[in-house]
T-cell receptor
Framework: GDSVTQMEGPVTLSEEAFLTINCTYT??????LFWYVQYPGEGLQLLLK?????DKGSNKGFEATYRKETTSFHLEKGSVQVSDSAVYFC??????????????FGSGTRLQVQP | EPEVTQTPSHQVTQMGQEVILRCVPI?????FYWYRQILGQKVEFLVS????????KSEIFDDQFSVERPDGSNFTLKIRSTKLEDSAMYFC???????????????FGPGTRLTVL
């Protein structure tokens, strides 16, 4: 079935460092791809999405490009802040047996940004 | 800003007991979901619900689980006889449209941590 693999954490960076969190997927057909973020004590929030190959999703300085040839959707940010400390989940809209789609998630990557 | 809420934030129960986890989805949303995350593992889809019936369910969602929309605002997940392996964080979500469609953003609640002793 469809699946998502993302790099294990925690990832610890200093403020203003460059961030990459790797995400690769296997899927049937053409899923949409997502990054969700979970701040401490809060629910999952959609950070960005891409719905077709070569699309770039972006939000709050974060970017990710839908790469069909490498089945990847890596999350990047040029300069992280302490407030970016959170858990980041890569997800795709997976194809179910019924032909409909539901979200399937990676295991999450905890980012810790130090001042 | 509208948000999905969940109660309780933490539930502790004895093995074999029934638990009901509660969620209030965003008021104009039509699709409702439950996911769970066992500690250190992936967030897993359990079930989706639309028009007062289950529209999708995963293999995890067996006969021990049930969902209900008892009134116009609440959406509940019931586990009839809890097992140790049901210990997890349970997330409720809602969306205007079906995941994968044009309106596919799912809004998540903060989760309920279920601990089965």
């Amino acid at each position: 079935g469809d699946s998502v693999t993302q790099m294990e954490g925690p990832v610890t960076l200093s403020e203003e460092a460059f961030l990459t969190i790797n995400c690769t997927y296997t899927a049937t057909g053409y899923p949409s791809l997502f990054w969700y973020v979970q701040y401490p004590g809060e629910g999952l929030q959609l950070l960005l999405k891409a719905t077709k190959a070569d699309d770039k999703g972006s939000n709050k300085g974060f970017e990710a490009t839908y790469r069909k040839e490498t089945t990847s959707f890596h999350l990047e940010k040029g300069s992280v802040q302490v407030s970016d400390s959170a858990v980041y989940f890569c997800a795709l809209s997976a194809l179910m047996d019924t032909g409909r789609r539901a979200l399937t998630f990676g295991s999450g990557t905890r980012l810790q940004v130090q001042p | 800003e509208p948000e999905v809420t969940q109660t309780p934030s933490h539930q502790v129960t004895q093995m074999g007991q029934e638990v009901i986890l509660r969620c209030v989805p965003i008021s104009n949303h039509l699709y409702f979901y439950w996911y769970r995350q066992i500690l250190g593992q992936k967030v897993e889809f359990l079930v989706s619900f639309y028009n007062n019936e289950i529209s999708e369910k995963s293999e995890i969602f067996d006969d021990q689980f049930s969902v209900e929309r008892p009134d116009g605002s609440n959406f509940t997940l019931k586990i009839r006889s809890t097992k140790l392996e049901d210990s997890a964080m349970y997330f409720c979500a809602s969306s205007e449209g079906l995941a994968g469609g044009s309106y596919n953003e799912q809004f998540f609640g903060p989760g309920t941590r279920l601990t089965v002793l």
